[in-house]
C-alpha cells in the first residue's frame, strides 16, 4: 500500500482544514487507517483511527469534538475534518494503515504516507 497525505497549509486559529490520504493498491479497505502527527522536536503522537468498514473510530482525548476522521473505500481515501483548530495543533501530520485495528500505537502501523504540514497562526 503507498499513500499520499494532502490537504495541509497555514490557517487562522478556530479555522478548519480537511486532510486526505489517498491509497493505492486493491487492499486499501482491508486495513484499518490511522492519522499521526508530530511537531517539531516532539514524538509522534496518534490523532484518530478508523477501522476497514468505517464503523469503528478511536480518537486522541485533544481532538475529541473537533476532528474527524472517515474514509471512502470506493475512492480508496481516508479522511480527516479538523475544526476549531489550535496553534498547538501545529504539526507534521502522516497517515498510516495497519492490519490491528484502530490501534494507537505506531508500531502497529505498516505503510505510512509523506506526512503534510498544518500550521496554525495565533
Known amino acids: 500500500v503507498q499513500l499520499q497525505a494532502s490537504g495541509g497549509g497555514l490557517v487562522q486559529t478556530g479555522g478548519s482544514l480537511r486532510l486526505s490520504c489517498a491509497a493505492s493498491?486493491?487492499?486499501?479497505?482491508?486495513?484499518?487507517m490511522g492519522w499521526f502527527r508530530q511537531a517539531p522536536g516532539k514524538e509522534r503522537d496518534f490523532v484518530a483511527a478508523?477501522?476497514?468498514?468505517?464503523?469503528?473510530?478511536s480518537y486522541a482525548d485533544f481532538v475529541k469534538g473537533r476532528f474527524t476522521i472517515s474514509r471512502d473505500n470506493a475512492k480508496n481515501t481516508v479522511y480527516l475534518q479538523m475544526n476549531s483548530l489550535k496553534p498547538e495543533d501545529t504539526a507534521v501530520y502522516y497517515c498510516?494503515?495497519?492490519?490491528?485495528?484502530?490501534?494507537?500505537?505506531?508500531?502497529?502501523?505498516?505503510?505510512w504516507g509523506q506526512g503534510t504540514l498544518v500550521t496554525v497562526s495565533s
Open positions: 498510516a494503515s495497519t492490519t490491528q485495528g484502530t490501534t494507537t500505537a505506531p508500531f502497529s502501523y505498516d505503510y
Open positions: 493498491g486493491r487492499t486499501f479497505k482491508s486495513y484499518a
Open positions: 478508523i477501522s476497514w468498514s468505517g464503523f469503528t473510530t
